[in-house]
């Protein structure tokens, strides 16, 4: 595979999702799209496959976007460029605030307007709730509106998380959509594990009061190409280390365990949820292999980095000065993908040495970012 910049590997990845997207893109041509936080990590590939795959169909049918985000942080340089485009606008409003009035309609939603990192959910837990619960509120309230006017939404889609589960118990590894979850509703990540199973229960009750299409994605720890260096999770936080030429920092004993799911398999999951998933029904979208411990994470991604460049440090463990880092934090994160593989042919590829390639690959060309 021939990368040398971080637009190859984004040129790469669109190809990536757009092929694995046909049915789920054609499905949606010619009608709207709202992504809610679609500034963010997420946004990144959400919006711009959309906008590649406009580019190479060569039907007159296009997708027209629209994102809704409070840009708090400013617009960033690649939706700065994209605004441009024809089928793209960009809206300032923050979720937690009723809709505007002039909203218009829309016939996909995909809610993602959420802080996701465990240091700044810790840091805004008021604004993630209100942003998991009232701005799903208004966006579900819209939705059954839009039907009685005649106009139905054809997919709704709710980020929710892998969190929901919390730290589950060895029989429940892989994790299966039926596990009900062992979480602490009063610790410090209560703020984003809670605020996303009652943002599932809204979702689940207006599927089936109102008859709507609306559909649930947990993700299992998304990385790559949009997540800032700055975001204080643990791929950014090894990656910052790496290209600051110092030892990785690593803040806790390497045991825990993970699946890492590069965000160009993540997308291609949300999309098929989006459009073919069942309503008032949850997903897990990510890889079921391999379960990594941090330990093996660090050593691969100095592997890796060491391959792309002259780093040669190693990995140091540390404590960490902030005091609840480890509190409630799972030993173990792995999803069962059965159903999303069954039900919607969704069949991620990208292998765990490869996607941080080119996520480093990435990060060598955005290295400064504001706090995330």
Same mark, same amino acid.
């Given at each position: ?21 046909? /049915? ?6 010619? @009608?709207?799209?709202?992504? !809610?936080?679609?500034?963010?990590? =997420? ?12 580019? #190479? ?28 485009? #024809? ?5 300032? #409003? /923050? ?23 465990? #240091? ?18 208004? =966006? ?34 892989? !994790? ?9 509703? !009063? ?13 599932? !229960? ?24 949009? =997540? ?50 069942? @309503? ?47 509190? /409630? ?44």
């Amino acid at each position: 595979m021939n990368i040398k910049s971080s637009q190859d590997v984004v040129n790469q990845d669109m190809e990536y999702i757009c092929s694995s997207l046909k /049915d789920e893109f054609e499905q949606m041509a010619g @009608k709207s799209l709202l992504i !809610t936080g679609g500034a963010g990590f =997420l946004g990144y590939y959400l919006v711009q496959s959309v906008l590649f795959w406009n580019e #190479h169909n060569t039907d007159n049918k296009k997708i027209k976007i629209t994102v809704y985000d409070n840009y708090m942080r400013g617009i960033p340089a690649w939706l700065d460029v994209v605004k441009q485009d #024809h089928y793209m606008k960009l809206v300032k #409003h /923050d979720i937690v605030n009723p809709l505007p009035e002039d909203i218009g309609s829309y016939q996909f939603i995909i809610h993602a307007a959420s802080i996701a990192s465990p #240091h700044y959910y810790r840091k805004y837990p008021l604004e993630t709730m209100d942003a998991n619960v009232g701005g799903l509120r208004y =966006l579900l309230e819209y939705a059954r509106e839009l039907k009685e006017k005649g106009e139905p939404v054809e997919g709704f889609l709710f980020f929710s998380t892998s969190e929901i589960y919390g730290d589950p118990d060895p029989g429940n590894i892989p !994790t299966t959509e039926f596990y009900r979850g062992n979480v602490s509703c !009063t610790g410090p990540r209560a703020c984003y594990d809670e605020s996303k199973r009652f943002g599932e !229960t809204l979702c689940v009750t207006f599927a089936e009061q109102y008859d709507l299409p609306v559909k649930i994605a947990r993700p299992f720890n998304n990385y790559g190409p949009g =997540l800032k260096i700055t975001d204080k999770r643990v791929i950014p936080d090894f990656m910052r280390d790496v290209l600051a030429n110092r030892d990785i920092m690593m803040y806790s004993d390497g045991n825990p365990s993970r699946t890492f799911c590069y965000i160009a398999d993540a997308v291609t999951g949300y999309f098929k949820v989006l459009v073919k998933g069942r @309503k008032g029904e949850a997903y897990n979208i990510g890889v079921e292999k391999p379960e990594i411990s941090m330990k093996e994470l660090a050593d691969t991604i100095a592997e890796v980095a060491g391959r792309y460049s002259d780093y040669g440090g190693k990995v140091v463990q540390a404590r960490s000065n902030d005091s609840n880092y480890l509190i /409630d934090n799972p030993n173990r994160r792995c999803p069962d993908i059965t159903k999303a593989h069954k039900g919607l042919k969704y069949d991620p590829k990208i292998s765990i040495e490869d996607g941080l390639m080119r996520t480093f690959v990435w990060y060598v060309e955005n290295q400064e970012a504001v706090e995330a």
